[in-house]
């Protein structure tokens, strides 16, 4: 077994400037995991050809089906983004959790934003993105996490003590999570 949790981390966590805009995002908890796991990274988007910095994608709803629309292009992403998603996930092997960046529509977790077909309105802000929705059923009892999710503590205790017990004890810069 090794030392450390293995976990997996949206790589605009601090590790490249991948983000739509070209910017990365700066997170205190991403950056205590990585001093404390093994992290592996990665960017859905840019490894199915996005490019950096791109137009926005978004997750629509079409005849009762969610896809991946990327409004300035007129292009949908949804079957690329799902392929790379299986085959990726499928080379994943003792992961101990997953952490991801909110509100995307590839990796949020039941925190994005789903629009009513290619038009502006939201019908809902707690859809997942296509990453994500592959993450939640290939790994069901793997704990999975976002920095939203930080402000519920019991979540954020649940998702700690599922990662690191079996390696020891909860690293001490957590310790906020459980006073
Ligand atoms: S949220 Fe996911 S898809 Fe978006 S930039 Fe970060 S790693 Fe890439």
Redesign the pocket.
Known sequence: MSKKPKIYM????GFDK???DGKD?FCDFAENLKKHAEII??????AIDLGCPREKIRVIRIDEKNLLFQPETGKFWTEKMLEYSNNYLETLINIDGFF??AK?P???VKNTKLFEGKSEKIISYEAS?F?AERVLALFPDTPVLTEEDLKEKEKTQDFLKKVFLKYGRIPACFAGFFS
């Open positions: 949206s790589r605009c966590f991948c983000r739509y995002f990274h990665w960017c859905p988007e840019i991801l960046k995307s590839s990796c949020g993105g990453f």
